[in-house]
């Protein structure tokens, strides 16, 4: 029995409801792109774009993925999705100030009605990741995995200044982000939180956008975490340049819980969902990773390098489930480094280039080549 099979298995056993299990299932076997042959080449080709406002580059990548993000906004039908004003008042009543920017976002890339529904982020389909993340001691730093599928992956790197303030981070459905750093010197990233259920509420994405935009402090984004609605259980830790950190933990109509934990992988204190900490090796990580911070020195790397390896580091990637980057975020510098083995690929606000940068999955190794 494949991967595949077996998870299939485990939702229709312990998710009774029937659309969260479609759900479920679709986000674990990556059904937002089509359906591709395996990977010849093991490849992913990272770029780096430096757009200030919405507009012709942003409008590119548009063209180029709005074919498969239509797919998989649509992949449970059109009215399991809110209309566009349902989208759109939400928007604008819990996060204002991305408002005209997402007005901006609509106008630059061309998007029709589905398309301005799609971009506002509201009540998608759930983003179901893996990844690790850690707060380190001493020099503010914030490590962190992404493990997810490599076919679902837009592999964007961008800096902008959307309202006034300079972001850099990976970026997501066009312009949400997975993890970033603005230029008051706060940073932010966020895993999976392992829980089932799911709610109405915006995509992490466009949360983590919104902090950087509008936060300075760890509090203020905490301010955030807790009155936004989010559609799924999501960890985020929080990081800024003066030392001071907060890991959240937020879960559909429940309160959001604030911890002083420095570590997160894929659960919430408690493992929620057996199958897929078992799947994701949630709680094996997580007890690494929280003993390498135990063992950790001030000024040392150890802890970064450990992220690059097993168990922290996965190569799962033939079942969707694989380390795309490690990023190593310093608030107080403004900087960030994207790891593989062998590899590092820098930015920061004195210097971000606009390139390509290639990954080989397969051994980790990555190549610049370029834009």
């Not at 230029?183 to 829980?195: A, K, N, P």
């Not at 760890?218 to 340049?241: K, S, W």
């Not at 969902?273 to 990580?285: D, L, N, Y």
């Amino acid at each position: 029995m494949d991967w595949q099979n077996v998870v299939a298995v485990i939702v229709e056993r312990y998710i009774p409801d029937p659309q969260v299990a479609r759900t479920v299932l679709a986000e674990i076997k990556g059904d937002r792109r089509p359906l591709k042959p395996p990977r010849q080449d093991n490849r992913i080709a990272f770029r780096a774009i430096r757009e200030v406002q919405p507009g012709a580059k942003l409008r590119h990548l548009y063209a180029q993925r709005w074919p498969a993000y239509r797919e998989w906004y649509l992949r449970d039908g059109e009215r399991a999705r809110p209309t566009l004003d349902e989208a759109s008042t939400a928007l604008k009543t819990h996060m204002p100030e991305l408002f005209p920017v997402w007005s901006r976002v609509v106008d630059a890339v061309g998007a029709d009605e589905l398309g301005a529904r799609m971009l506002t982020m509201y009540d998608p389909p759930p983003l179901l990741s893996g990844c690790s993340q850690a707060a380190l001691p001493g020099e503010p730093v914030l490590v962190r995995n992404y493990d997810y599928d490599v076919d679902l992956f837009d592999g964007v790197v961008t800096e902008t200044q959307l309202t006034g303030r300079r972001v850099i981070g990976m970026s997501d459905q066009l312009w949400g982000l997975l993890d970033g750093v603005n230029e008051t010197g706060l940073t932010v990233s966020f895993t999976f939180g392992g829980r089932r259920n799911i709610g109405r509420g915006f995509s992490i994405p466009l949360v983590i956008r919104y902090i950087l935009e509008s936060c300075k402090t760890v509090d203020e984004g905490i301010a955030v975490l807790r009155r936004i609605p989010l559609q799924a259980a999501y960890n985020v830790t929080l990081l800024d340049r003066r030392g001071r950190y907060a890991t959240a933990w937020a879960a559909p109509g429940e309160p959001t819980e604030v911890t002083r934990r420095r570590a997160t992988t894929n659960h919430q204190g408690g493992v929620a969902w057996p199958e897929h900490a078992q799947w994701t090796r949630s709680v094996e990580r997580l007890n690494h990773l929280e003993t390498l911070l135990e063992q950790s020195r001030e000024g040392s790397t150890d802890l970064i390098d450990a992220m690059l390896e097993s168990p922290m580091r996965t190569t799962r990637y033939d079942e969707g489930f694989g380390t795309l980057y490690t990023a190593v975020y310093r608030p107080g510098a403004g900087t960030v480094e994207y790891r593989w083995p062998g590899a590092v690929w820098r930015h920061s606000f004195e210097t971000f280039r606009e390139e390509t940068f290639v990954v080989r999955t397969a051994n980790g190794k990555a190549t610049p080549a370029p834009a």
